[in-house]
């Protein structure tokens, strides 16, 4: 089992950043994939970005464009995702999970862990 906790979320103007966390607990998770998604009200569940369990290889959506940067720290058993330049379509409450995607690293169901997600809201 892991647990993954987020924070960091809130509310930003257009242009603005936030710096989203997620620390993770229990068995080995640095052995994990780790990933971010998003979900808007009203839609589905988006994959944002993510990263190997070795930190060797990490992607993004093509929408992300360079604004967001996913990184980990395994000693300290913590993912953070990095927003910049947000847009009030980047509007949705933030998710961060843990699994063993392999190739399908983009969908919900690669990832068995999740957490509760942080809001996070932009304002124009």
């Known amino acids: 089992q892991v647990q993954l906790v987020e924070s960091g979320g809130g509310l930003v103007q257009t242009g603005g950043s936030l710096t989203l966390s997620c620390a993770a607990s229990?068995?080995?998770?640095?052995?994990?994939?780790m990933g971010w998604f998003r979900q808007a009200p009203g839609k589905e569940r988006q994959f944002v970005a993510t990263?190997?369990?070795?930190?060797?290889?990490?992607y993004y959506a093509d929408w992300v464009k360079c604004r967001f940067t996913i990184s980990r720290d395994n000693a300290k058993n913590t993912v953070t995702l990095q927003l910049n330049s947000l847009r009030p379509d980047d509007t949705a409450v933030y998710y961060c999970?843990?699994?063993?995607?392999?190739?399908?690293?983009?969908?919900?169901?690669?990832?068995?862990?999740w957490g509760r997600g942080t809001q996070v809201t932009v304002s124009s």
């Open positions: 999970a843990a699994g063993r995607p392999g190739t399908q690293v983009v969908l919900t169901t690669a990832y068995g862990y």
């Open positions: 229990g068995r080995t998770p640095s052995s994990y994939a």
């Open positions: 990263i190997s369990y070795n930190i060797k290889n990490t």
